[in-house]
């Protein structure tokens, strides 16, 4: 030991890759105590999700503050807007995921990585129960961690709305290995339809691809598919090229509409063209093994649809461990966990939640729910009677059912309540308006955001620009260094910058809704989306794989092999 003294000792203890120095290594067990002190003072941040809320937030973080720990079920960032491209092989699988350990260790400190999912969160003892996710484990597969503050970002899951067999049989397009199942499905689809001994009509069903949804990623898998098909798959099965058929079924009245009028017309048009069916003002109310059962709203009808494959693609709802959660923290009867303009979650302190998990669009669930309402009221008088008022009740629930918890806590669920008017006598009819401005009042102080990537990813940087500045503000808390246009708040409240949104509708078109009002369609979109999309890429390596993987498309074309 005393050979030892006046030495320099640096060493990183504990996570935080603490640098102590110490003039003499008698003292050095003190040194190491105080550390561990220090240390623990620490505050510890766990982070749930790997997806961009989560990545994004540990990329932006100055973590020689403090000790972060991450939480998820995959070990990898996945670049979600090219996964409709993997289901075709445009992309393959691993050009467009990123270990998280690679992002993390570039982190100027240490991040540790736990492969698990969160099963719940306990609120008032500040600790999450997770489970590992790793398979055969050897040892106990149930932990818990502590946390001074919890970063929830676990976007959120596929929404069936309950309906009959889309579990069973349907495919979704939410995570890679979604993308890498359609991939196998379809080429199926194709090896059986050329099987010998099947009739024209057998052929046919066999090639039906459906799709239910007309969003972005609906209307997205649908332009890849079809390039797919009339670029590769054609000149390697001809016996069968014209029995294919793609259709999209959309309950709306038009397919992207969530962007501008201007591009879901180009949108409809092209695919006309292109000769993919379009079903708008339609709902799926049942999916079996080969066919698909939907209602036609303007005329009430049934109709029978013989499939191959269908791809579920309608939106997204909470997951069960948040909807537990909720409940908990008293935002049971929400559509979606609710944030103030920190990101704090209302009721819960030192919780924060970004992401999907966090955003809903709002003016999506009204549409979708004056769509509901428009196609029951066939005269167009604004009113249903009491019978036709509760079919659509139960129609919407069965969407949405936060608000049979609006209903309910309201006292209006008991229909007597609902039909008497202001001076209680029972009412004929319903006014379809008074019902959805009351409706509308359901969180109804929540900003509304649309759930997508580029929400995620600024929400996850500006919360890790408060928790880097948190130090700053809290030793000077009247002083110069808050920030200006805050007002009496530390930090400044979220806002989202929208930059835009690409829709990607094959034959190497696209179209753009840019910011200020601009809308782009055409060839010269398709290069700005390919620039783009190589731009946003998390690294260098997933950027060249992204590139060649484009490049091989154009030399080789597409790979059809089953694997
Ligand atoms: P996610 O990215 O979904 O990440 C959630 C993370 O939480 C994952 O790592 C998951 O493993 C983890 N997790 C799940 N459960 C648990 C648990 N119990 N415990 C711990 N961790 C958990 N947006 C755009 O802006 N532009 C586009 O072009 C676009 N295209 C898209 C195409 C497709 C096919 C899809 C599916 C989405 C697309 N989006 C697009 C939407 C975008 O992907 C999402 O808005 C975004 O992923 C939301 O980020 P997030 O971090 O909230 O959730």
């Not at 502590?146 to 959120?156: M, P, Q, R, S």
């Not at 099965?237 to 017309?265: A, M, W």
């Not at 990101?343 to 999506?364: F, H, M």
């Not at 959805?436 to 969180?443: F, P, Q, R, T």
Request: proline share 3%; with cysteine.
């Amino acid at each position: 030991r005393s050979s030892c003294s006046r030495l320099l000792v640096v060493s990183c203890i504990s996570s935080g890759g603490l640098l102590v120095y110490a003039e003499n290594v008698d003292n050095n067990e003190k040194i190491v105590e105080r550390s561990r002190l220090d240390s623990k003072k620490r505050k510890k941040i766990v982070v749930l999700g790997t997806g961009w809320a989560g990545t994004s937030f540990l990329k932006d973080m100055d973590i020689s503050s403090y000790d972060v720990e991450v939480v998820s079920p995959r070990n990898y960032f996945a670049f979600t807007p090219l996964l409709p491209s993997v289901t075709c092989g445009t992309v393959e699988a691993r050009s467009v995921v990123e270990p998280v350990r690679n992002i993390i260790k570039k982190r100027n400190g240490e991040i540790q990585f736990w492969e698990a999912e969160c099963l719940k969160i306990d609120p008032e003892n500040h600790q999450i129960i997770c489970r590992s996710t790793v398979e055969n484990l050897v040892g106990e597969n149930d932990f818990s961690l502590e946390y001074d503050h919890l970063v929830v970002a676990v976007g959120a899951q596929v929404n069936t709305f309950n309906t009959p067999g889309v579990v069973e049989h349907c495919h979704f397009l939410k995570e890679v290995e979604d993308a890498q199942k359609i991939r196998r499905t379809v080429i199926d689809c194709f090896e059986k339809a050329v099987l010998p001994g099947l009739s024209d009509e057998e052929r046919r069903t066999n090639l039906h691809f459906v799709i239910v949804g007309g969003g972005p990623t609906g209307v997205e898998f649908a332009a890849e598919l079809h390039d797919f098909v009339h670029e590769d798959l054609v000149k390697l099965y001809p016996s069968v090229k014209d029995l294919v058929k793609i259709t999209v079924i959309q309950s709306g009245d038009h397919i992207l509409n969530t962007f501008d009028e201007r591009i879901s017309c180009f949108a409809e048009t092209k695919f006309q063209r292109d000769g993919i069916e379009v079903l708008t003002g339609c709902r799926v109310v049942r999916v079996s093994e080969h066919s698909v059962n939907m209602k036609v709203k303007s005329t009430g009808e049934y109709v029978v649809v013989p499939h191959g494959m269908v791809v579920w693609s309608t939106g997204v709802g909470t997951r069960p461990f948040v909807r537990d959660f909720m409940e908990e923290i008293g935002q049971g009867k929400r559509w979606i966990l609710a944030t103030d303009e920190w990101l704090r979650v209302k009721g819960c302190p030192n919780v924060y939640a970004i992401g999907d998990c966090t955003t809903v669009d709002q003016r999506k669930i009204m549409e979708d729910i004056s769509t509901i309402f428009e196609a029951a009221d066939m005269d167009r008088s604004g009113t249903l009677t009491i019978e036709e008022f509760q079919d659509v009740l139960e129609d919407i629930i069965i969407r949405y059912p936060q608000v049979e918890l609006y209903l309910k806590s309201n006292h209006l669920f008991q229909v007597t309540e609902l039909f008497k008017d202001s001076e209680g006598n029972e009412r004929e009819e319903v006014d379809i308006e008074g019902f959805k401005l009351a409706l509308s009042h359901v969180d109804s102080q929540m900003k509304s955001l649309p759930a997508t990537a580029q929400v995620a990813a600024q929400q996850g940087s500006y919360l890790a620009g408060c928790f880097n500045r948190w130090e700053q503000c809290n030793a000077n808390p009247e002083g110069p260094r808050l920030f200006g246009s805050a007002g009496r708040h530390a930090f400044r409240p979220f806002t989202y910058r929208h930059l835009g949104q690409f829709a990607p509708l094959g034959g190497s078109k696209a179209a753009a809704e840019l910011p200020g009002d601009w809308v782009s369609m055409g060839r010269s979109t398709q290069w700005l989306w390919y620039s783009v999309y190589a731009s946003k890429q998390v690294s260098w390596r997933t950027r060249i794989l992204v590139v060649w993987d484009w490049t091989r498309r154009y030399i080789f074309g597409r790979d059809s092999s089953r694997i």
